[in-house]
């Protein structure tokens, strides 16, 4: 029997009822958790670790780099096939990414969590559980970065999004699809995605934000974001990247002072590029010495910057890997 490490670290799944106010709130330890699910001790040897036992919206990216160390030790461990981590799933999509961006290894990590708690109806926990493990115990699963396993579905880290607030469904791989499916007869992957990239500096830059903009956006923001100390900005524009006029000034700030500033969409699919002309917004953006996103969601740029910005690298090192070295 292959001996899996599991992390927990909160989330719905491990959460249950508060008779008097009838909200979820955090109740179940790791053990307590495991204990939900006992056929999970006839498909591995589980090694439990009690990380946290939070709300997702209540981790933060120093938690999340913490947390990285100790998976680190944990597949470091001769005898351990894997990690399976159970999460939140508000914010499940970041850790996944700030993980698969930090570690390098060939062993499976794989993260789930919960859409319903144990005490509500069609509780999805269980599932979520044991499929993740046939995941992780899948000699396939090797060498595939950190993956999500939700709802019968294999998701890379690197594509997965939570787009519905409380479906079954909620997980969708934004630009590209599941990697692969588990069903009764096992674990199925459709295509082979092989881990992408590792930055591991030695240290987390956190000041970094997300302004999100919209038609008439003023550059206020951006100023306060520079007043405060900001080292790098994530600005949610439009479509391919367009922007509105009103922030120029935020943007030549930004770019007097060196403060790289990375364009999302808000899109929900495709990636940002300099295809529109000055008078709309595009050719003066790369003026302002802008980086385009590539694909990846503002939450996921701004995980990835940080890690850009803590391994210190000038600001046309961190273009080149939004444009190229994140591989999108
Ligand atoms: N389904 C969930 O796990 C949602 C919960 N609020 C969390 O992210 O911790």
């Known amino acids: 029997m292959k001996k899996i490490k599991v992390i927990t670290t909160g989330g719905t799944i491990a959460m249950g009822e508060d008779k008097s106010t009838h909200q979820i709130v955090p109740k179940l330890s790791g053990e307590e958790l495991l204990s939900h699910v006992p056929q999970l001790n006839n498909m591995a040897k589980l090694d439990l670790i009690q990380y946290t036992n939070l709300d997702s919206s209540q981790l933060t990216p120093k938690m999340i780099w913490d947390l990285a160390q100790l998976v680190e030790e944990s597949l470091a461990e001769e005898e351990i096939s894997g990690v399976l981590i159970t999460h939140g799933t508000d914010t499940l999509e970041e850790t996944a990414y700030l993980l698969d961006l930090l570690l390098d290894t060939t062993k499976p990590v794989v993260i789930t969590g919960a859409l319903r708690s144990f005490n509500q109806l069609s509780s999805d926990g269980e599932a979520n559980l044991v499929q993740s493990l046939q995941t992780i115990i899948e000699p396939r699963s090797k060498n595939k970065g950190v993956l999500v396993v939700l709802n019968n579905q294999i998701h890379a880290a690197r594509f997965v999004a939570k787009v519905h607030t409380n479906k079954l469904t909620a997980f969708s791989s934004i630009n590209a699809g599941p990697i692969g499916h588990i069903d009764h007869c096992g674990v199925h992957y459709f295509y082979d995605l092989v881990k992408q990239i590792t930055i591991r500096p030695k240290e987390l830059e956190e000041r970094v934000e997300i302004i999100k903009l919209s038609i008439g956006s003023s550059d206020k923001l951006i100023q306060a974001a520079l007043d405060y100390g900001y080292k ?23 770019k007097e002072e060196g403060i790289p500033v990375v364009v999302t969409s808000r899109c929900l699919e495709g990636r940002v590029y300099n295809l529109y002309g000055a008078s709309a917004g595009g050719a003066n953006i790369a003026d302002m010495d802008i980086i385009f996103g590539g694909n990846l969601n503002s939450t996921k740029a701004r995980l990835a910057l940080m890690l850009l910005l803590g391994e210190g690298l000038s600001k046309n090192e961190i273009r080149r890997y939004f444009g190229f070295k994140l591989k999108m």
Do not use: H, S, V, W
């Not at 391919?240 to 930004?254: S, Y």
């Open 232 to 254: 790098g900005l994530i600005l949610e524009g439009f479509g391919l990247g367009t922007l509105p006029k009103n922030i120029t000034a935020g943007l030549i700030m930004a």
